[in-house]
């Protein structure tokens, strides 16, 4: 029978414990969308702005995403703070017009993701933002009084931070609701994954790229390797024809060369790169190694940290990959310190330990009713339709398998919602410390997770020994970080296709390369 491990386990907590310790970036980068939450989405800009560069926009509008505007004054704003970081990091600040484009397109994502979150709405209240805020500072180990002198000690606001987090939590939630459940791992591919495993236990462990007898011998680093990279995207469009892919594939080539004759990859994934993180310098960040695309694996290969890959070809355009740092694995210890990297949060799925035992864990069987929120939907009307349906079961009316069968929206709602035997750790946070505080046969109250809100029931409770299935779980979660990130581009691609995107700050730039 297949089960889908991955429901309800990816939760914003990465993005939680980063959000300590890049705070402060991450607000100032959103500050923008910041002081455009007081307005609606699709209020026009009434007023003309000041244009970039003395130019005279009649409507001072950079870009028009479906409904929605972007002023010239935002792009302004934000490649000011582009600038900032961008010189903060010591990467080279692209010229004015490159960075008005990339800040732009940057933009432009943001707000096709909040409309999209708009549209299913998925919103993010002040009691989930606190409560993200203790988390956090609990993950961090101080008091939240402490953390908010942290944050506005570096400059940010503590209003600017909340807004920033909320933002950021809103996001993750699009991103699980749209993609992430719908990325299933079957029993087939995991017995395919371990067989794989077993006739190649040194795979994904790191290769020096250098024949035993010419090195010497080096201490090494235990533990799943882990690797951090940076990449250049030169994107391909949905529907391209061959001649624009022939066009795309040489400009690809042409960074390339670059870089081969001594160029600086930071400098130019800020300014040409089209991937997401172009102004972080192309740093995707890290994750263990079987955590990447299977296309990116090999590709690094045998790479070192420093070093850069050849041209590679994905469904989302060419791309070129530079690996900032690999450890663990049982890769050879670094003879000196290297240059320290931008802070990043451990991944799930980290590896694959071997066993050294039986593991003895807690499991609760557990059922559960979901209630997504829409646009139809809020999370009050969500919580309030829980609400009546708990009273119903815990007055002896009703038994929650059947009311699972009549009004839970996922998956085993036939089943009752029935979850069967659930591992700690399996759930995302908030809804296993609700589970794990129920009693055998108690109904919680409406608990809020990424993907809405739930009742839940525990059954049973028992010691199990899981180390097969550890291992099993493993194997799943590395195969669902293999597909989540190629997974999410796509649908991004598939956002942008599909919406109406009016340029003018391209059109204009056009133009005036043509007047030239």
């Not at 414990?17 to 705070?23: K, P, T």
């Not at 130019?268 to 990447?292: I, T």
């Not at 035992?357 to 609760?364: A, E, K, R, Y």
Request: charged residues 20%.
């Amino acid at each position: 029978m297949m089960r889908s491990l991955h429901f309800l386990r990816r939760l914003p907590g990465n993005l939680l414990i980063l959000a300590l310790c890049a705070g402060a970036s991450a607000a100032q980068a959103q500050q923008p969308a910041g002081s455009r939450a007081a307005k609606p989405a699709s209020t026009p800009a009434t007023a003309p702005q000041p244009a970039p560069q003395g130019e005279q926009f009649v409507d001072g509008i950079a870009a028009v995403v479906n409904k929605d505007v972007i002023t010239l004054r935002e792009v302004e704003s934000g490649a000011a703070r582009a600038t900032e970081d961008l010189k903060h990091r010591g990467i080279q600040v692209p010229p004015p017009d490159v960075l008005r484009r990339q800040v732009l397109q940057s933009l432009i994502m943001e707000r096709l993701q909040k409309q999209e979150a708009d549209r299913l709405g998925i919103r993010v209240n002040d009691a989930q933002i606190d409560q993200a805020i203790e988390t956090i500072a609990g993950r961090n180990r101080i008091p939240v009084a402490q953390m908010r002198a942290e944050i506005e000690k570096s400059g940010v606001t503590w209003a600017q931070y909340r807004q920033s987090l909320g933002n950021d939590i809103r996001m993750n939630r699009l991103r699980q609701r749209a993609v992430d459940s719908n990325i299933i791992i079957t029993d087939a591919e995991v017995d395919a994954f371990l067989k794989d495993r077993a006739h190649n236990p040194a795979a994904g462990t790191g290769f020096s790229g250098q024949p035993a007898g010419q090195r010497a011998p080096q201490p090494t680093q235990s533990g799943p390797e882990q690797v951090a990279l940076a990449q250049i995207l030169v994107r391909v469009p949905e529907g391209a024809s061959s001649s624009e892919v022939a066009r795309l594939r040489k400009k690809a080539e042409g960074l390339l060369a670059q870089l081969q004759q001594g160029g600086d990859f930071a400098n130019l994934a800020a300014s040409s790169s089209d991937g997401p993180e172009a102004l972080q310098g192309g740093v995707m960040g890290a994750r263990p190694l079987d955590g990447w695309p299977d296309l990116f694996i090999k590709a690094i290969a045998s790479l070192q940290p420093g070093q850069v890959s050849g041209l590679i070809q994905s469904g989302n355009g060419f791309h070129i990959l530079k690996v900032l740092d690999r450890a663990g694995g049982n890769r050879p210890a670094p003879a000196q310190a290297a240059a320290p990297q931008p802070p990043v949060a451990p991944q799930p799925g980290a590896g694959m330990p071997a066993h050294q035992g039986p593991v003895q864990v807690t499991q609760t069987h557990a059922r559960h009713i979901l209630i997504k929120t829409s646009a139809v939907m809020s999370d009050d009307q969500a919580r309030q339709r829980l609400e009546q349906i708990r009273q119903r079961i815990v007055n002896g009316g009703a038994s929650f398998a059947d009311m699972a069968r009549q009004y839970s929206q996922d998956a085993n709602a036939p089943q009752g919602g029935d979850l069967g035997w659930v591992n700690p750790g399996e759930m995302v946070p908030s809804f296993e410390q609700a589970m794990n505080a129920l009693p055998v046969g108690g109904v919680s109250q409406p608990v809020l997770s990424p993907f809405g809100w739930h009742l839940i029931q525990v059954e049973e409770r028992r010691e199990h020994d899981v180390s097969d299935e550890l291992q099993r779980m493993q194997a799943r979660q590395i195969l669902f970080e293999r597909r989540a990130e190629p997974a999410f581009e796509d649908w991004l691609a598939q956002l942008r296709n599909e919406a109406y995107i009016d340029n003018r700050l391209e059109k204009q730039e056009r133009i005036e390369q043509n007047n030239r």
